[in-house]
C-alpha cells in the first residue's frame, strides 16, 4: 500500500558526506512521521533520526551535530545529510514511515565508510 524508495547510498572516505531521500508513493493519506534507521552487521536495527508530522525531531547520540533530517512534504519525501562520516556509520540504512498505526519500511541503503 505504501512504497518506500531509497537513494543516495555508497562508498564514501572518512570524513566525506552522503545526502539520503526517501521518497513515499501509494496509499498515502496522513504521515505521523518519518526516519532512518540502520543496521550493521552483527547488530541490531537501531533509530538514527526521524522527524514528526509537526516538524519535531530525534537522533541518536551518536550522529547527533553530524546528521541532519528533513523533509519535503509536498513530495512525501524525506532526506538524510550525514556529513563527518565515520567508519562506524557503515551499515545498511532503512527509510521507516508511520502512518496512521502502521509501519512501512523501505528495503535499506548500503553506506560505506572506509578509505
Known amino acids: 500500500q505504501v512504497q518506500l524508495v531509497e537513494s543516495g547510498g555508497g562508498l564514501v572516505q572518512p570524513g566525506g558526506s552522503l545526502r539520503l531521500s526517501c521518497a513515499a508513493s501509494?496509499?498515502?493519506?496522513?504521515?505521523?512521521?518519518m526516519g532512518w534507521y540502520r543496521q550493521a552487521p552483527g547488530k541490531q536495527r537501531d533509530l538514527v533520526a526521524r522527524?514528526?508530522?509537526?516538524?519535531?525531531?530525534n537522533y541518536a547520540d551518536s550522529v547527533k551535530g553530524r546528521f541532519t533530517i528533513s523533509r519535503d512534504n509536498a513530495k512525501n519525501t524525506v532526506y538524510l545529510q550525514m556529513n563527518s562520516l565515520k567508519p562506524e556509520d557503515t551499515a545498511v540504512y532503512y527509510c521507516?514511515?508511520?502512518?496512521?498505526?502502521?509501519?512501512?519500511w523501505g528495503q535499506g541503503t548500503q553506506v560505506t565508510v572506509s578509505s
Open positions: 521507516n514511515l508511520v502512518q496512521f498505526v502502521r509501519n512501512y
Open positions: 501509494g496509499s498515502i493519506f496522513s504521515i505521523n512521521a
Open positions: 522527524i514528526t508530522s509537526g516538524g519535531s525531531t
